[in-house]
């Protein structure tokens, strides 16, 4: 069964640092693109940062831009999300997603909209003092 599992969530004060974790079971991520979205109350959910499959391309939207990292460890199985300057609008359900390096996607490296095949349940980060 292929699962996606998020950690590394958790309250933190503006400004702060927090880094989610996503690993896989059930499957290997060197073939597949990897997201990260959010979603905040009463929002819609939006594509955060993406990363091809061997990590050679990464995406991020604006909004997160030199304070978000994106990285991967595929012999752990493993994506990661380093979130620095944390803001009280960061606060949202972090999801990680992946979907198979195939045609377009492949072409693209990675895309931040929903073409994900496979989602974790998410993780709550807080940003609060």
């Known amino acids: 069964q292929l699962q996606l599992a998020e950690s590394g969530g958790g309250l933190v004060q503006p400004g702060g640092s927090l880094r989610l974790s996503c690993v896989a079971s059930?499957?290997?991520?060197?073939?597949?693109?990897i997201a990260w979205f959010r979603q905040a109350p009463g929002k819609e959910r939006e594509g955060v940062s993406c990363i091809s499959s061997r990590g050679s391309t990464t995406k991020y939207v604006d909004s997160v831009k030199g304070r978000f990292t994106i990285s991967r460890d595929n012999t752990k199985n493993a994506v990661y999300l380093q979130m620095n300057t944390l803001k009280p609008e960061d606060t949202a359900i972090y999801y990680c997603a992946a979907t198979r390096s195939v045609g377009l996607i492949a072409a693209m490296g990675c895309r931040m909209t929903n073409v994900y095949d496979y989602w974790g349940r998410g993780i709550q980060v807080t940003v609060s003092s």
């Open positions: 059930g499957f290997t991520l060197d073939s597949y693109v």
